[in-house]
């Protein structure tokens, strides 16, 4: 059986919170509805992160399912790792640390492990309501490489 795999990118401040989360909860039921086994990949780094984490995380509760799982990439071993390991592994259901950031300067961590979260997706989910940043990059970049994206911010 296929995993399918869904990326999530967004903007470290957003705007229209609770639309977006009711957004992505309607999306969350289809995705787990229709696929056999999904896995979710996640960064931790700004708001639209942490309110997708915990969507996901009731979406699949809800389900009472073992087919789908949250997995934390982190760019380097981060301080954060060291002191709230198993901490953060109470909210995902793994976390993972993206090797091929670690060979480039820190600023660039980031962008090389989110071409790698594209690189294995099926789905990217976005929240982009600006023409910059980070999480504009990755998207620019699914774009490229002609990757389904669902833009939650553009409404």
């Known amino acids: 059986?296929?995993?399918?795999?869904?990326?999530?990118?967004?903007?470290?401040?957003?705007?229209?919170?609770?639309?977006?989360?009711?957004?992505?909860?309607?999306?969350?039921?289809?995705?787990?509805?229709?696929?056999?086994?999904?896995?979710?990949?996640?960064?931790?780094?700004?708001?639209?992160?942490?309110?997708?984490?915990?969507?996901?995380?009731?979406?699949?509760?809800?389900?009472?399912?073992?087919?789908?799982?949250?997995?934390?990439?982190?760019?380097?071993?981060?301080?954060?790792?060291?002191?709230?390991?198993?901490l953060l592994l109470s909210d995902y259901d793994d976390i993972k640390i993206c090797r091929e950031s670690?060979?480039?300067h820190f600023k660039s961590a980031f962008h090389v492990r989110n071409r790698k979260m594209v690189d294995c997706s099926d789905l990217v989910i976005c929240c982009i309501q600006r023409s910059s940043g980070g999480a504009y990059t990755a998207v620019q970049y699914a774009r490229n490489q002609n990757c389904k994206i669902i833009n939650l911010g553009n409404h």
């Open 1 to 86: 059986m296929k995993t399918y795999t869904v990326s999530l990118f967004g903007h470290r401040n957003i705007a229209n919170k609770s639309e977006i989360e009711n957004r992505l909860d309607k999306l969350l039921h289809d995705i787990l509805t229709n696929n056999d086994h999904v896995r979710f990949l996640i960064g931790h780094d700004g708001e639209f992160d942490l309110l997708a984490a915990s969507a996901i995380r009731r979406a699949i509760n809800s389900r009472g399912t073992g087919s789908a799982s949250l997995i934390l990439v982190l760019p380097y071993m981060r301080s954060e790792y060291y002191e709230r390991g198993s």
């Open 102 to 104: 670690s060979k480039v």
